[in-house]
Nanobody
Framework: QVQLVESGGGLVQAGGSLRLSCAASTTFSRYTAGWFRQAPGKEREFVAAISWWSGGITYYADSVKGRFTISRDNAKNTVYLQMNSLNPEDTALYYC???????????????????WGQGTQVTVSS
């Protein structure tokens, strides 16, 4: 069982930045890790992911590409999401997730992920 704990959410003005952290209870480097978000009344959507292979290949949703950066520190068993140029549409509960899949693909569907954190709220004011 893998436990994931997110932190770093908060309230920020439009144009500002936040860095989310996701700490894992085990060797995180073995897993592809992803960030998802869910706004009220909307489905959970993919934000970004980083692979377990090749030092961490990254993949982003079009809506955050160029603004968000996912990274991992394997020594700390932590994955980060640096979010810049935030806008009110980024307001959501952000979740960290991990998949046990050993395939060489980065899944973007929530059902492909096996472990989830509790979420951290990000609110962007206009």
């Amino acid at each position: 069982q893998v436990q994931l704990v997110e932190s770093g959410g908060g309230l920020v003005q439009a144009g500002g930045s936040l860095r989310l952290s996701c700490a894992a209870s085990t060797t995180f480097s073995r897993y592809t890790a992803g960030w998802f978000r869910q706004a009220p009344g909307k489905e959970r959507e993919f934000v970004a992911a980083i692979s377990w292979w090749s030092g961490g290949i990254t993949y982003y949703a079009d809506s955050v590409k160029g603004r968000f950066t996912i990274s991992r520190d394997n020594a700390k068993n932590t994955v980060y999401l640096q979010m810049n140029s935030l806008n009110p549409e980024d307001t959501a509960l952000y979740y960290c997730a991990a998949t046990t899949s050993r395939g060489y693909n980065i899944p973007v569907l929530p059902r492909a992920y096996d472990y989830w954190g509790q979420g951290t709220q990000v609110t962007v004011s206009s």
